[in-house]
C-alpha cells in the first residue's frame, strides 16, 4: 500500500533554514508527481510546491525564492529545502502523492512533520 512518511521538522529561529524529507513506497515514485502541501493552525490545506518525475519543480509565490522541492529517484525520497524561514512558515508539512502529472491533485499523504518558526 501507499506509505508517505515525512520527517525533518522542527523549531527554528526566523531567517534559519530546514530540510523536510518525504520516504515513499507502494506505488511508482519514480513516474510520479509528488506535492508539498502545509496546514497552519486554524487555516486550511495549502498548497507549498509539486516536483514532476522528470525533476521539475513550481512553486507558491510565497515560497518562491526560499524553497526548494527536489527528489532522488534512485532512494524514493522527496524533499523539501527551506531557507530563510518566516514566522507565517508555521505549519505542518505533510507530502502528497498527485494524482496527474501537471496539477496539485493528490490521492494520498503522510502523517505531517511540524515546522515552527519564532520571531
Known amino acids: 500500500q501507499v506509505q508517505l512518511v515525512e520527517s525533518g521538522g522542527g523549531l527554528v529561529h526566523a531567517g534559519g533554514s530546514l530540510r523536510l524529507s518525504c520516504a515513499a513506497s507502494?506505488?511508482?515514485?519514480?513516474?510520479?508527481?509528488m506535492i508539498w502541501f502545509r496546514q497552519a493552525p486554524g487555516k486550511g490545506l495549502e498548497w507549498v510546491a509539486r516536483?514532476?518525475?522528470?525533476?521539475?519543480?513550481i512553486y507558491a509565490d510565497f515560497v518562491k525564492g526560499r524553497f526548494t522541492i527536489s527528489r532522488d529517484n534512485t532512494k524514493n525520497m522527496l524533499y523539501l529545502q527551506m531557507n530563510n524561514l518566516k514566522p507565517e512558515d508555521t505549519a505542518v508539512y505533510y507530502c502528497a502523492k498527485g494524482e496527474t502529472p501537471a496539477s496539485n491533485l493528490w490521492s494520498r499523504r503522510g502523517q505531517g512533520t511540524q515546522v515552527t518558526v519564532s520571531s
Open positions: 507502494g506505488f511508482p515514485f519514480t513516474s510520479t508527481t
Open positions: 516536483i514532476n518525475s522528470g525533476g521539475a519543480g
